[in-house]
């Protein structure tokens, strides 16, 4: 060692300044936003994610999470990881589509039958294909997060056949294959962030939304909405984005555990998530909501209602993306 690193060292341990676990890994504080409460299953995989950085880096990263829109909406959030100012962001692919339009092919009503085969396409060839899109856009996507299949909540009627969608004023992600969806089913759909939605239920300018049963329950929705229709129409996933402006200043060892601690909190927001969404629908209901399914038939004449959206979602898609999702779909589906 040269005396002048000698020198260099003795003055930072002296300025109690934590060293770097290696010359490769640098002292980093990363904030993280998202539009959920903290008690999301989102949660859970952001505190396994933290607990993984502080042990692959001696604690010299700080994970700093801000929840419920605190830091704006997805899109906001995302627009601030293209211009550097953020380090990451756990969203929805539904907001962000004006930044990639193929991500709309989540949007598709009806794509997914169950998780597993979200999961297979998310995890596979597929899932990197769009991760790697995301690139041209300034965006890393460490992994796949889910959101879920999502379930109709208002304060008008039960939904137990397609009529009664009819004049419902349902609020929708900001995306136009959701809007093109629930204006074919015969509501009246409006766009808005996330944030906006508790209170535009509690005013009533709306009568209706579409989230997850964790969510439904974390963001304490059934205390302003009075039923619950399981239509399962849609299962969005999560994306946790990090910015590549900032993304390019780490080492290839932090790009490697901000991929590796991103997909072990995968694996523990995913279990958290299936085992929670039981558990929301149960206390949901003993909040006083009233829950129904759909007849399986209904459900049929509900699907093929929209099922011109695909077609009319292709352009903005693109085509290919969404023959690679169906024959994607069908090797998983064996057929
Ligand atoms: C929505 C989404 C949101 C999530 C959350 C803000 O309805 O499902 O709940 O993106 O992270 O806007």
New binding site residues.
């Given amino acids: 060692m040269t005396n002048l690193t000698k020198l260099t060292l003795t003055t930072i341990l002296a300025a109690g300044v934590a060293l770097p676990a290696s010359a490769e890994i640098q002292s980093r504080t990363i904030t993280v936003s998202?539009?959920?409460a903290e008690s999301?299953p989102?949660g859970n995989g952001i505190e396994a994610m933290r607990e993984c950085m502080t042990e692959r880096t001696d604690g010299a990263w700080t994970l700093n999470a801000f929840w419920s829109?605190a830091l704006g909406?997805?899109l906001t959030a995302t627009q601030a990881l293209r211009s550097g100012t953020q380090e990451m962001v756990?969203?929805?692919t539904?907001?962000i589509v004006g930044i990639e339009p193929a991500l709309g092919v989540f949007d598709l009503p009806f794509l997914f039958n169950d998780a597993a085969e979200a999961d297979a396409v998310l995890d596979g060839d597929f899932g990197d294909m769009m991760s790697e899109r995301m690139r041209d856009a300034g965006l890393v996507n460490l992994a796949w997060w889910e959101?879920g299949f999502?379930n109709l909540t208002n304060s008008v009627r039960p939904v137990t056949t397609l009529e009664d969608f009819e004049g419902m004023r349902v609020r929708v992600?900001q995306n136009n294959i959701f809007l093109d969806t629930f204006q074919t089913l015969g509501t009246n759909a409006t766009p808005m962030?996330?944030?906006e939605?508790f209170t535009a239920l509690e005013t009533r300018a709306i009568d209706a939304?579409?989230?997850?049963y964790v969510?439904i329950d974390t963001?304490q929705f059934f205390e302003v909405q009075d039923y619950l229709s399981a239509t399962q129409h849609a299962y969005?996933p999560?994306m946790v984005l990090f910015s590549g402006p900032i993304w390019n200043t780490y080492s290839e060892e932090e790009q490697q555990i901000l991929v590796d601690c991103a997909e072990i909190g995968r694996d523990v927001q995913r279990s958290v998530s299936r085992e929670l969404s039981d558990q929301s629908l149960a206390r949901v209901q003993e909040a006083g909501m009233q829950f129904n399914e759909i007849d399986p038939a209904e459900l049929q004449r509900i699907r093929e209602a929209v099922a011109g959206v695909y077609d009319r979602s292709a352009e903005s898609i693109g085509q290919d993306v969404i023959d690679s999702m169906m024959s994607e779909l069908a090797t998983i589906r064996g057929e």
């Fill in positions: 998202n539009g959920v999301h989102v829109s909406d997805d756990v969203t929805s539904s907001p959101n999502r992600m962030a996330f944030g939605v939304q579409e989230n997850p969510t963001s969005t999560f």
